[in-house]
């Protein structure tokens, strides 16, 4: 392999998407690869803010480098500290965000040029971005880079997206049931659909943005997913007969602990210590973990009836506890959300434990006294979860949780679903049932517990066999390396 005039072997960039369940796969990614190929640079594009927070996890990865990209995006309508956050924490920040980002191009160019003037002319060997961020393979393509994209859901939950948005008039359709020409044997219900997606006209901007990007991964030269070939082959093997380019499944892309998430993150919330004292005085799988992730939340009489139910269910809960929609976060909390007395008498018998914002959900997930986790069914929360063995109670919120919600009811057997968005009523006797018969039941538990020793066994070496995320992950660095020759 030619070395350029820095005597590295090529440049592999990563340009993550600044919310925390799309940063966190990049941080991995990167590590992965600069242990993998130490003779590259991986180059980081991230925000000023990000980066100040970033860093030091990579201290021992000297390969590992950040290119801070600054935003000017005239768009009114984005949050007014895009510029200098680290990571977005609200659902429409997200997507106003995403709609604004093409606009980066001309300074994602510069970056790109500035980079290949560094290593003497030669551009990145490859571009890895975040599956919303597919616009950048036209700037990769154009300095001959490969590009590829970092899906960080799953292709079962992407597919059903994907396919909402593109056949657009059927989702405007009065019918119950969906299905679509693309994905035969899918059948979605009218109640999967998001409010953005229910809300949507024609021609409007999130589908078209949807589309667009999809259309731009299409073009791109491969594509990595933030998935374990054991939750769904199938999907996988359809992407890539109908991509016609490598697919190569490498998750879970985990950290070992939030410590590396407290870094990205910026809202106060419980030490892990705090938590592990409290579960500790519970015994093995009696306790139920209660998120709705890093940007959604759901109004206050639903946030009411869920306190009922958890209250009503007798079983211990650890429940993260944000502001209602339309309140900010640094907001403060306000007593009239709960039921009266609710903290107060969970709190003395021990039976609750409320945490405000933000919480270790990794070292909560990893505490034996877990039975269940109630949640939205982000992505990155699913892959936490079954990594521990943990059956889910599923409450999806947004975009495609209802089609990870789908995937872990029907296709693995490891999830009940309680409710669907936040127009869907819930009363506190079904949480109740619910919570009862998941931390109750056995069959769930044990599928659980297989496909968490299926999902170790996809990145780890027994008796001298690599897993197949380890497998993908090879097949991904000698690809690489094959470009950069
Ligand atoms: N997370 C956390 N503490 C919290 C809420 C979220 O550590 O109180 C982490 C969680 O472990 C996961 C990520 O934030 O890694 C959320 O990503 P996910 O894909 O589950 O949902 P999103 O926030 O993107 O909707």
Redesign the pocket.
């Known amino acids: 392999m030619e070395k350029g005039k820095t005597g590295i072997d090529g440049t592999v960039v990563l340009f993550p998407f600044m919310?925390?369940?799309?940063l966190?796969p990049f941080l991995e990614l990167a590590q992965l690869l600069s242990t993998r190929i130490p003779s590259f640079t991986i180059t980081i594009v991230s925000t000023p803010a990000n980066i100040l927070n970033v860093r030091p996890r990579f201290l021992s990865y000297p390969t590992v480098r950040f290119s801070e990209l600054h935003f000017h995006i005239s768009d009114d309508s984005l949050p007014a500290d895009a510029q200098n956050t680290d990571t977005l924490t609200s659902?429409s920040a997200?997507t106003r965000f995403y709609h604004a980002s093409e606009s980066l191009q001309p300074s994602f160019h510069r970056l790109i040029s500035q980079i290949t003037e560094s290593d003497g002319g030669r551009p990145p060997i490859c571009i890895v971005s975040d599956m919303f961020l597919g616009w950048t393979v036209d700037v990769a393509h154009s300095f001959g880079s490969h590009h590829v994209p970092l899906y960080?859901?799953g292709p079962y939950a992407m597919s059903i997206y994907n396919s909402i948005w593109t056949h657009l008039p059927q989702r405007l359709t009065c019918a119950d049931h969906l299905t679509f020409p693309d994905l035969p044997g899918v059948t979605i219900d009218r109640t999967q659909l998001s409010r953005s997606m229910k809300s949507a006209t024609e021609n409007d901007p999130s589908s078209d943005f949807t589309i667009r990007q999809s259309e731009y991964c299409r073009r791109s030269d491969g594509s990595l997913w933030n998935t374990v070939e054991v939750l769904e082959r199938s999907s996988l093997d359809n992407w890539a007969r109908s991509t016609g380019k490598p697919v190569w499944a490498i998750g879970p892309l985990?950290?070992n602990s939030?410590k590396e998430?407290e870094r990205v993150?910026k809202?106060p919330?419980l030490s892990p210590l705090v938590c592990t004292e409290w579960l500790n005085q519970h015994p093995p799988n009696s306790v139920v973990y209660v998120?709705?992730?890093?940007?959604?939340t759901i109004p206050v009489a639903l946030m009411i009836e869920l306190a009922k139910g958890l209250e009503e269910s007798g079983k211990a809960f650890i429940w993260?506890i944000?502001n209602p929609p339309g309140f900010e976060v640094g907001e403060s909390f306000r007593a009239e959300w709960l039921p009266e007395g609710f903290e107060d008498r969970i709190t003395e018998r021990k039976q609750g434990l409320l945490?405000r914002?933000?919480?270790?959900?990794?070292e909560i997930?990893s505490h034996e006294s877990i039975g269940a986790f109630l949640?939205?069914?982000?992505?990155?929360?699913?892959?936490?979860s079954l990594s521990r063995g943990v059956p889910i109670i599923g409450w999806p919120?947004?975009s495609e949780?209802f089609y990870n919600s789908k995937l872990l009811e029907e296709e693995l057997g490891v999830c009940v679903e309680l409710a669907r968005g936040i127009d869907d009523m819930i009363n506190g006797g079904d949480v109740a049932r619910m919570v009862r018969l998941v931390l109750e039941g056995e069959e769930m538990r044990r599928k659980s517990e297989v496909l968490r020793e299926k999902m170790m066994t996809a990145v780890s070496v027994v008796e001298g066999v690599k897993g197949s995320s380890l497998q993908a992950l090879d097949h991904f660095v000698e690809t690489v390396r094959m470009w950069g020759q």
């Not at 919310?19 to 799309?22: D, I, K, L, S, V």
């Not at 998120?291 to 959604?296: A, D, E, I, L, V």
């Not at 949640?375 to 936490?384: A, D, I, K, R, Y």
Request: net charge negative.
């Open positions: 919310a925390h369940g799309h966190n659902q997200v960080t859901s985990l950290p939030s998430f993150g809202l919330g998120s709705f992730g890093s940007q959604n993260v944000r945490v914002n933000w919480a270790p959900q990794l997930l949640s939205h069914c982000g992505w990155n929360s699913v892959l936490e919120i947004e949780q």
